[in-house]
């Protein structure tokens, strides 16, 4: 589904939010989630179904609609290994001749992003099943890796010790962020949500979507419970990113071994503004770890004084050996932040 269809159409949207905690939908699943008529939602789903994107199954009230899957595998996660889940797949879909695979730059992102993705279900998810489904067109090819374990979000908020699950968001998407640091270094999710054209990360009531088309992040509330964690991975048929270019993005060529971050300073967001000295320590933690951190304000509008002084100022004063930088602010922020460092 091209970006353009998905932007424009708030029923194609809701489809999409309910896709991503159900395999199939109904009329009246869409027009309650999207608050039109039965008939309106009827009319997308129709019309969706007969461009390939969804496949309708049923009649009458057990008429429903699920994605068009073109291969949809199911492992036993107890003793999987992501690299034999790999191979086969990989075959799989060079047996197929698929046009869309002669890029030669789409194989080396699917071989990270894929392995990256079974491997966390393996060791992090707890669960028992590992569902995995592939989506190709000619635009795009998509897959997406669904456990039934205790979610991704969940997981992280217990064993990290943070308020909520929404909080685990903001962790996971500084890199570096791992249940098991002896085993992982946390950079799994964090390369591949910037290797692929579109990234969906989903679980309990929450979804962390990357949007490199838009160069933006969100989180979108789901009325209805991801039980597990379901990625989704999308790959436009024309991309010219690479793996090393992702790489790049946490690592500086003037300062050999070390790291650089991004951080979006919404993801850390309570009400309406920031005004918590709080919730600057709560996007600051490890940050230390890094040699350089871009933080960025895009989207937000106002910010206290306190998350300032306390992110900028305190904190950079405890951790010389991390610069702070900052981009995408509005003249107010900008000002409140050069204010401050004159201080």
């Not at 353009?4 to 194609?12: L, N």
């Not at 496949?55 to 057990?62: S, V």
């Not at 600057?280 to 998350?307: C, N, P, S, T």
Request: hydrophobic share 40%; proline share 3%.
């Amino acid at each position: 589904m091209s970006k353009k269809r998905r932007a424009e159409s708030p029923i194609i949207s809701a489809i999409e939010r309910l896709l991503l905690t159900q395999d199939t939908v109904t009329s009246g699943d869409v027009a309650e989630a999207a608050h039109v008529s039965r008939q309106a939602a009827h009319y997308q789903l129709s019309a969706m179904a007969a461009r390939g994107e969804i496949e309708h199954e049923g009649a009458g009230r057990g008429s429903r609609y699920h994605r068009r899957a073109l291969l949809t595998f199911r492992y036993k996660l107890d003793g999987l290994a992501e690299d034999t889940v790999w191979a086969e797949e990989k075959a799989e879909l060079r047996r197929r001749d698929l046009e869309i695979l002669d890029n030669p730059l789409l194989l080396p992102l699917l071989n990270f992003t894929f392995t990256e993705m079974v491997n966390n279900a393996i060791d992090h998810s707890r669960g028992s099943d590992l569902d995995v489904r592939w989506y190709v067109s000619e635009e795009q090819v998509v897959f997406e890796v669904i456990d039934d374990g205790i979610g991704v979000f969940r997981n992280m908020a217990t064993e990290r010790r943070l308020p909520t699950e929404y909080d685990a968001i903001g962790e996971i998407s500084k890199g570096r962020q791992t249940t098991a640091p002896e085993a992982h270094s946390g950079l799994g999710i964090y390369f591949t949500s910037r290797m692929t054209s579109r990234f969906v990360l989903t679980s309990g009531h929450l979804s962390w979507i990357v949007d490199s088309h838009q160069d933006d992040v969100a989180v979108e509330w789901l009325e209805n419970e991801r039980l597990g964690t379901l990625v989704r991975c999308e790959f436009d048929a024309n991309t010219t990113r690479t793996p090393l270019e992702a790489f790049n993005t946490i690592s500086m060529s003037d300062r050999p071994g070390k790291l650089r971050s991004n951080v979006r300073v919404s993801l850390f967001e309570r009400g309406e503004n920031f005004v918590s000295r709080t919730e600057a320590k709560r996007l600051a933690a490890e940050l230390e770890h890094y040699a350089e951190v871009e933080v960025d304000f895009k989207g937000v509008g106002q910010i206290g004084q306190g998350f300032i002084d306390e992110l900028f100022r305190v904190w950079q004063s405890a951790h010389p050996n991390t610069r702070l930088l900052w981009k995408n602010t509005n003249p107010a922020i900008d000002a409140l932040i050069r204010l401050t460092l004159e201080r």
